[in-house]
């Protein structure tokens, strides 16, 4: 499995970002997908997953509200739309897949993992 993460950048706090991730390698429709993000000198953390068939969603307190993680069978994508981002949000964003469709948030359940994409929001 390989994973693709796009759409980071620089904004300013308010603003919104959409994220995307690109899976390959594997059958899209059999993993279940998340977010994490990790700032500098911080440990990752879950943000955001949802199950293989897009039945259940989950977000992180940090996001909820503001962040929708959501998934596109056509083009084998997972997408986070942020908005109302503020400076804590600045991470690197990392995307994550697995079999089984339990949405947990911890990161050594999640064997496929990409590069990550930064994101910065200025103040």
């Known amino acids: 499995v390989q994973l693709v993460e796009s759409g980071g950048g620089l904004v300013q706090a308010g603003d919104s970002l959409r994220l995307s991730c690109l899976f390959s390698?594997?059958?899209?429709?059999?993993?279940?997908m998340a977010w994490f993000r990790q700032a500098p000198g911080k440990e990752r953390e879950f943000v955001a997953a949802?199950?293989?068939?897009?039945?259940?969603?989950r977000t992180a307190d940090s996001v909820k509200g503001r962040f929708t993680v959501s998934r596109d069978y056509t083009k084998n994508t997972m997408d986070l739309e942020m908005s109302s981002l503020k400076p804590e949000d600045t991470a690197v964003y990392y995307c994550?897949?697995?079999?089984?469709?339990?949405?947990?948030?911890?990161?050594?359940?999640?064997?496929?993992w990409g590069v990550g994409t930064q994101v910065t929001v200025s103040s």
């Open positions: 994550a897949a697995k079999i089984g469709v339990e949405l947990t948030t911890a990161k050594l359940a999640w064997p496929n």
């Open positions: 390698g594997g059958t899209f429709s059999s993993y279940t």
């Open positions: 949802i199950t293989w068939n897009a039945g259940e969603a």
